[in-house]
């Protein structure tokens, strides 16, 4: 039988362990808490971050790191800011078993993504990246949800493909990592931009412009990559966009949202695209490359610019052909 890991029961990480279940793959839990692992045993659900959702009977919750070593894949659902220190730290047994990264971001230290930080820490594993349009509570329903799964090596991601597919989980691959990579990375930043518009009360057409133009901007740091621009419209990149900028289940729109209405956000929620802004906007700066719309929402996150002053910013800039 096929034997996954996961690594992190946060809502994304158990909604994948549930479809890999239902399809008939044995899966290995792991987080770092014994009583969060408890309670999920005892329950079978994840009260704590998925609630409502059944945890069928082949998954194992656990929080021994080595009940993973066993594992045909692990899949990595943590926040991109924590992944290094993970696989330096608790993760190192894991180091010649294929890796996938479920997260979405650019590292605040160094502005690498995923893949680079995995391939730094375990050079002899296979890394991926598994992203794309995709809710926690939409894939633990069984309902329909198609993934990009990228890796550098293709015959390794068609190894992948087969071993993560599922009948409600579509995942195509690529080679471009890179592309993937900046697309569910970059996407986060503009949804927090298309959130902050709409609780400021700037209307439907403005955040329609926003995303258009921020399209703009995920390209063009794409081809400075060297990734390719298909990519970025595909799943990872079109796709990942329109869904998280136009639905308030996105963590990252809500957030905008929060900030544009001038409210609290729980701060105990992980958004991926604030640390993204501000590394992807001093990208921008050291490699000279016209990103205004991330810059702008890393200068408002950082407290440096009003939202009144950065929307007068953007609609100032000189008028260009598009």
């Known amino acids: 039988m096929t034997r996954i890991g996961v690594v992190g029961a946060g809502a994304f990480g158990t909604a994948l362990a549930i479809s890999l279940a239902q399809a008939g793959r044995s899966v290995t839990l792991w987080a770092r808490d014994p009583q969060h692992i408890a309670q999920m045993a005892q329950h079978r659900e994840n009260r704590k971050r998925l609630p409502g959702a059944t945890l069928p009977d082949l998954i194992t919750p656990t929080a021994e790191i080595e009940d993973l070593t066993h594992c045909d894949a692990i899949l990595l659902s943590l926040p991109m800011q924590v992944i290094s220190d993970f696989l330096t730290g608790p993760g190192q047994p894991l180091r010649n078993i294929p890796l996938v990264a479920c997260c979405k971001g650019v590292e605040r230290a160094t502005g690498r993504g995923p893949v680079a930080v995995i391939s730094d820490a375990c050079p002899t594993a296979t890394a991926a990246v598994l992203t794309g349009p995709s809710f926690a509570a939409d894939i633990a329903k069984g309902l329909p949800t198609a993934l990009t799964l990228a890796c550098h090596d293709a015959e390794q991601g068609a190894m992948l493909q087969s071993l993560l597919s599922t009948p409600n989980l579509r995942l195509y691959r690529s080679t471009d990592t890179a592309g993937a990579e900046l697309g569910g990375a970059l996407k986060n930043v503009i949804a927090i931009a298309a959130g902050i518009v709409i609780g400021a009360g700037l209307g439907d057409s403005a955040r329609a412009a926003l995303m258009t133009r921020g399209f703009a901007e995920m390209k063009r740091l794409a081809i400075a990559s060297s990734a390719e621009t298909e990519t970025l419209s595909g799943l990872s990149g079109l796709g990942d966009l329109v869904l998280t900028c136009t639905s308030p289940l996105s963590r990252n729109f809500r957030y905008g949202a929060a900030l544009g209405a001038g409210k609290p956000f729980d701060p105990s929620v992980t958004v991926e695209g604030v640390a993204t802004a501000a ?44």
């Open 279 to 322: 590394a992807v906007a001093d990208l921008a700066r050291t490699r000279n490359i016209d990103m205004p719309i991330i810059t702008m929402v890393a200068a408002v996150i950082d407290g440096a610019c009003s939202i009144e002053q950065a929307t007068t910013a953007l609609l100032s800039r000189p008028l260009k052909e598009e």
